[in-house]
């Protein structure tokens, strides 16, 4: 009589590694999942990306925050890497876990200049439009 292997239950239930579902999402420390604005400063290191482990870390300022679909919790940014002095020496297009990016320097709020208000007199008209004569009491010599 032929002997038939059977697999063992582990073998026969072995979950796919692709679609395999993500098991956190959150950082660690803060229990938080950073969502990464134009603007940021980041520190992305090997929590981030392993590409961005030990001395591969990188300072980097946001400038698009990429919309193309990808895998949960991930995100393509893109931006500059900055020196120590804050000054930027590559653009970069990088793919990062967002629970692994640590904020340095948050976006500064838009600024948003106001007008002075104009001078309305009591025709409605602004004084700037309103066309009058320049008459001078005294005359040059």
Do not use: C
């Not at 193309?68 to 990062?96: C, K």
């Not at 904020?103 to 007008?115: D, E, I, K, N, Q």
């Amino acid at each position: 009589m032929p002997v038939r292997f059977s697999p063992t239950p582990e073998l026969r239930q072995a979950p796919d590694p692709i679609s395999r579902p993500v098991t956190s999402t959150t950082a660690p420390a803060t229990g938080r999942v950073m969502d990464p604005t134009p603007g940021d400063v980041l520190h992305v290191g090997a929590t981030a990306s392993v590409q961005f482990g030990g001395d591969r870390s990188l300072t980097f300022r946001v400038i698009k925050v990429g919309d193309r679909p990808t895998y949960d919790g991930w995100v393509w940014l893109t931006g500059y890497v900055l020196d120590r002095a804050g000054n930027a020496v590559a653009r970069r297009e990088i793919f990062v876990l967002r629970a692994g990016l640590k904020l340095l320097v948050p976006a500064a709020a838009p600024v948003t200049r106001r007008t002075p208000p104009t001078v309305r007199n009591s025709a409605g008209r602004s004084g700037a439009s309103r066309k009058t004569p320049i008459t001078t009491s005294r005359r040059l010599r």
